[in-house]
Nanobody, 126 residues
């Protein structure tokens, strides 16, 4: 099993920044990549970004490309999501997830992920 705990959410004004963290524990060696998803009220869960543990290859949704940066610290088993130039439409609960899939084409789909954190709220005020 893998346990994921997110932190770093909060309330920020439009144009502001936040950094989310996702601490992984347990059988992390069984996972290949980590992803961030978000879900706004009344909407489906949406892919945000993903990163592989070894090569640190990164993948982004078009909606966040150029504003968000995903990174990882293997020594701490932690993945980060630096969010800059935040917009009200970024408001959502943000979830981190872990997958053992090795094909990058699968990283965009929530169904590819085996483990999920509890989520952290991000609210961007206009």
């Amino acid at each position: 099993q893998v346990q994921l705990v997110e932190s770093g959410g909060g309330l920020v004004q439009t144009g502001g920044s936040l950094r989310l963290s996702c601490a992984a524990s347990g059988r992390t060696f069984s996972t290949y990549a980590m992803g961030w998803f978000r879900q706004a009220p009344g909407k489906e869960r949406e892919y945000v970004a993903a990163i592989t543990w070894i090569a640190s290859s990164t993948y982004y949704a078009d909606s966040v490309k150029g504003r968000f940066t995903i990174s990882r610290d293997n020594a701490k088993n932690t993945v980060y999501l630096q969010m800059n130039s935040l917009k009200p439409e970024d408001t959502a609960v943000y979830y981190c997830a872990a997958t053992d899939r090795r094909y990058s084409s699968s990283f965009y789909y929530a169904t590819a992920y085996n483990y999920w954190g509890q989520g952290t709220q991000v609210t961007v005020s206009s």
